[in-house]
């Protein structure tokens, strides 16, 4: 099951919209912010506590779980959801984006699929088509599947980022005819940073798909250029579909695009920056191994109301940190969550209330006030 | 402030006791488990946590705290309650342990104290005397404070447990007239494997300590020895002051302990071992990085009402511990703490109920079955 429902698409000085997602494993209000549960738990974090943060939805990563402990023992044990203890809905990833962006993997590509040999098992052999792709996400219960594609780098010319997009959209139509069940399955547009390949891949896909990713942004582009992109493909993608920005990103790129009409996002931001000690508030980022913190006994942001805030130093953060505690990455990620939830619950309610301009413009002020 | 009340102790087949000690933080029902809280934290767990198990104390260390982040910006940052925000009772050890013990630690030592280098701050030299050692715990806060001992080593000779014992008697009497606050404070009984040194030790302190250790014990000796050395000081120490047996032990070890009349337990193992894959259940300990539980949709425990086990299953503990999740060591420390504080719990009410001898028959029977 799955269905959007769009609440709110006009507002002063925006392009901002308010809906609402619903799937057998319950609602999920946008814009919404979804947490990236790797390899089937959102590191640092219980199930129980992502549910008092307000999270809806996580996201979880094909690759990884198809890798370890695999799709089909995901499958015996209950699905995914029972898997990780988490009843809410789940996105997968296609795992396309990690083979095609993982460094030391070896890979070679033929229309029909990509070949690439993991180093977890010591090197054996795998294939990944737009059939298995969906095979696996069915398995693993996925309430959002995502279509195989290929991220295309940047820069590309022309003719390359031509070449890539046509494959994804070959791929994007397999993977539908490919599908099963009843789980909601998004394409996901490419095309570089040529606004007419963007146009074009959305024109051929077929309307059938259940939303819409914007793929292949935020790869090392300019922000103004992600911008125009994200704007470019918005303009042009039906509105009765969820659009989803993938890998995006900052609070303040987060803004910015729920701005040009984005509804979903994921990011590893505020969960890994979180372990390397690197902090978002609403008065700009800390770094909290700095020496200045030592002695430092208010909380992170005095206006945050999460538990870390709430009970919390950042000297005793900083000692935690120094002295690689678990109880740091655990405090830490709950706060950067808890900044990136509430952002987009207020910016919900912003876009409700026909104050979204001037709640980003308060936003972005406040956060280059430190 | 600390007081002891004996509530019972005179049971059938038994010498264990019931009792409570009150301090200003708050009561702790005895016999009782202290989790370790080495740098200011139980490693993976919050103070709720640890709260919602049952945990009436914790205990941390004072080696590591006065090296990092350092006592007196502890006291200038509220003291150690606040800064770990713990708002029940603390027992810190003196530090002597971690120098006797740690094996690359440089030291020398005099009958005025012991000066060692530190590998975390660059090789800088330190010195701690009984009289350090008081006034460390008491900028730490300490609710119950420990003399500095020396802990001695096994085996040794009758002239160096002497030796040893008589300079741990000298620093007793010391730590006690340093003291400067109201926090109590414990003797730590030695005398290696000599009974007649333990019941010296224990006939030469004055009576003013709040209560009494016995140290030097579980480092290498056979179990039938250690018990023995409980029951000689268990016989001598007064009977109106709660006993701690230092850094014991398995379950098994415990409730024998408590069987010769001991109050007071800490120790690594449930902590620490659970970090390290080994996880204690009532029909036996289990490896979770085996094989065998690589498909096995059952809880860690089918008897043990914890979070980790009425949510997850082996399968996915083990997922957890091959990919190094934060989340594993979280599960896993909670597991294994409840199973302890439970355990401790559960022998309290035997004794309460004079059903002790069976409770500790049925509970080593069942731990043999797996």
Redesign the interface.
């Given at each position: 099951m799955f269905e959007f429902s769009l609440l709110q698409s006009a507002s002063t000085g925006t392009r901002g919209r308010v809906g609402m997602i619903t799937t057998s494993h319950g609602a999920i209000h946008t814009p919404c912010f979804m947490p990236v549960g790797t390899?089937?738990?959102v590191?640092?974090?219980?199930?129980e506590e992502l549910k008092l943060l307000g999270a809806e939805i996580v996201l979880s990563n094909t690759y990884h779980l198809y890798l370890?402990?695999g799709h089909e023992?995901v499958k015996?044990?209950?699905g995914l959801h029972r898997?990780?203890?988490w009843d809410r809905p789940i996105l997968t990833d296609s795992g396309g984006y990690q083979i095609f962006s993982l460094a030391d993997l070896r890979r070679s590509f033929t229309d029909d699929g990509v070949e690439f040999q993991s180093h977890l098992d010591g090197g054996a052999k795998h294939f990944l088509s737009p059939e298995i792709a969906i095979e696996i996400q069915e398995a693993l219960g996925s309430d959002i599947m995502m279509v195989l594609d290929e991220c295309t780098p940047y820069p590309a010319s022309e003719p390359t980022a031509r070449t890539s997009m046509e494959l994804s959209l070959r791929w994007a139509k397999r993977c539908l005819s490919a599908r099963k069940s009843q789980n909601a399955l998004f394409g996901i547009v490419q095309g570089g940073m040529y606004p007419h390949l963007r146009k074009e891949y959305i024109e051929s896909l077929e309307s059938n798909f259940d939303g819409y990713a914007i793929g292949g942004l935020s790869v090392g582009e300019p922000k103004d250029m992600m911008l125009g992109m994200v704007d470019v493909c918005t303009q042009s993608l039906p509105h009765d579909k969820p659009r989803y920005l993938m890998g995006v990103g900052t609070p303040e790129d987060i803004l910015d695009a729920i701005d040009h009409g984005i509804d979903m996002f994921d990011c590893v931001l505020p969960t890994r920056n979180a372990r390397n000690g690197e902090l978002f508030t609403s008065t700009g980022d800390i770094r909290i191994k700095g020496a200045e913190y030592?002695?430092d006994?208010r909380p992170l942001d005095e206006s945050c109301t999460c538990?870390t805030c709430r009970?919390?130093?950042r000297?005793?953060l900083r000692?935690?940190a120094?002295?690689n505690?678990?109880?740091y990455?655990?405090l830490a990620t709950l706060h950067n969550l808890h900044l990136y939830i509430d952002l987009l619950r207020r910016a919900r309610v912003s876009l409700e209330e026909n104050g979204f301009p001037e709640f980003k413009r308060q936003f972005f002020e406040q956060r280059r006030s430190r």
């Open positions: 390899q089937g738990t590191k640092a974090m219980t199930p370890r402990p023992r015996k044990l209950g898997f990780m203890h030592t002695d006994n538990e009970h919390y130093s000297a005793y000692h935690l120094m002295a505690e678990i109880l990455a655990r």
